[in-house]
């Protein structure tokens, strides 16, 4: 059995780890960490828990984490993160970080965008970006994983057939993303109150968002060229789910089944990526599941094809695809524990 231990188990993205690692046959829960919450049993924090993970929180450091774990998932705050995981992995621990401290190639790219200093910059030499349909074999020999963002995962992986088969401008790709309230997080902010936030939809950080750098990294390296593009992100009054909208100005006429075909082909054998030959996906479709739902139109007049893309926020944006990055780094089946489809209501 894997030992597996979660930093920031209380969090939303921590509490949907637990929930996929307490039914995964490969993993025991080794540990879970808090601050808030230490001493109090995690079903007691999350009730739906209850009889399934009755662990206690508690304070952990690395030496403990060592001592108890194979792996450690953080599912901290950037800038928390990359304070505690040189020690996880000096420790010799297989480490998967959900936050966006370890997604960058380039460290000057993540000062810029987020405005922290990292503080251990050497290790983005040794990470590796954990989007599995892209990076599947530098993945199996990690053993420091940032695992990529929500609306990151969505929108690179709408728009990576395109780019990949030279069928789209790369000067003028627009980006329009909406996410669910628990893409914020569990903390408290005036945002996120539910008059703040039910019955209306908001743009949020337009040209600034961080995950901007994140899309343009890697469909940059898909490209073979450098791609900057427009990315606005949306606050919608649902609890879950990334709705992506991807638009971008074809190089010739094709049709939708020549795209289609190439969606078909990028992603063969792909067992979480759904492609949609006759209609478009929605958000209710991947609910619950580590599925990427793709469709797409081709505007005629326009010569401009549309692609829409969905994740849940929550698990192929996080901690589904944690949990397929631990599986191919222990060369375990990469479905192992997430193999369900979602709940459609
Ligand atoms: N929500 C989402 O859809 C996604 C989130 N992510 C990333 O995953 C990570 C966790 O996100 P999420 O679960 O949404 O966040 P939450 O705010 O829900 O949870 C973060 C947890 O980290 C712990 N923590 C430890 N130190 C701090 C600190 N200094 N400030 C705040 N919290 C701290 C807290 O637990 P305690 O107080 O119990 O110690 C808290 O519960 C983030 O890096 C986020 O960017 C990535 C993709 C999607
Ligand atoms: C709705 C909402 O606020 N969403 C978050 C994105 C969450 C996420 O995936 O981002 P990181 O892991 O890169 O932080 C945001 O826009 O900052």
């Keep these: 059995m894997i030992r597996a231990g979660v930093l920031g188990a209380t969090g939303y993205a921590g509490a949907e780890l637990v929930r996929l690692l307490a039914s995964h046959k490969d993993t025991e829960i080794a540990m879970l960490a808090s601050k808030t919450y230490a001493g109090q049993k995690m079903s007691e924090v999350y009730p739906s828990l209850r009889g399934v993970c009755d662990v206690v929180l508690e304070e952990a450091d690395a030496e403990t984490a060592a001592q108890k774990c194979d792996v450690v998932f953080t599912a901290l705050p950037h800038g928390v993160s990359n304070e505690v995981i040189s020690a996880l992995y000096e420790k010799g621990l297989k480490v998967i970080d959900l936050s966006g401290d370890f997604r960058y190639n380039d460290i000057e790219t993540y000062e810029k965008w987020y405005q ?39 929108s690179i992986l709408g728009l990576a057939p395109l780019l990949k088969n030279n069928a789209i401008e790369t000067k003028n790709i627009i980006i329009d993303a909406k996410s669910g309230v628990s893409g914020a997080g569990r903390g408290l902010g005036q945002a996120y109150h539910f008059c703040e936030c039910t019955e209306t939809m908001k743009a949020y950080k337009v040209a600034t968002h961080r995950h901007t750098s994140e899309i343009e990294q890697e469909l940059s390296l898909i490209a073979g060229e450098e791609i900057t593009l427009s990315f606005t992100p949306h606050l919608v009054p649902m609890k879950r789910g990334i709705f992506a909208t991807e638009y971008a100005n074809l190089k010739k006429p094709y049709t939708k089944e020549e795209l289609l075909k190439m969606y078909h082909d990028f992603y063969q054998n792909e067992k979480f990526v759904r492609i949609y030959d006759n209609a478009l996906p929605e958000n209710n479709h991947v609910t619950g599941s580590n599925f990427v739902d793709i469709g797409l139109t081709v505007d005629e007049r326009l010569g401009r094809v549309i692609v829409i893309s969905n994740i849940d926020n929550l698990i192929k944006g996080a901690a589904g695809q944690a949990v397929q990055n631990m599986n191919l780094m222990f060369g375990l089946p990469e479905d192992e524990g997430l193999c369900g489809a979602g709940y459609y209501l």
Excluded at 125 to 151: D, T, W
């Design 116 to 154: 922290v200093k990292h503080s251990c910059p050497e290790l983005l030499k040794v990470s590796v970006y954990g989007l599995c349909e892209l990076h599947r074999e530098e993945i199996k020999k990690a053993r420091l994983v940032g695992n990529p963002g929500c609306y990151t995962t969505c």
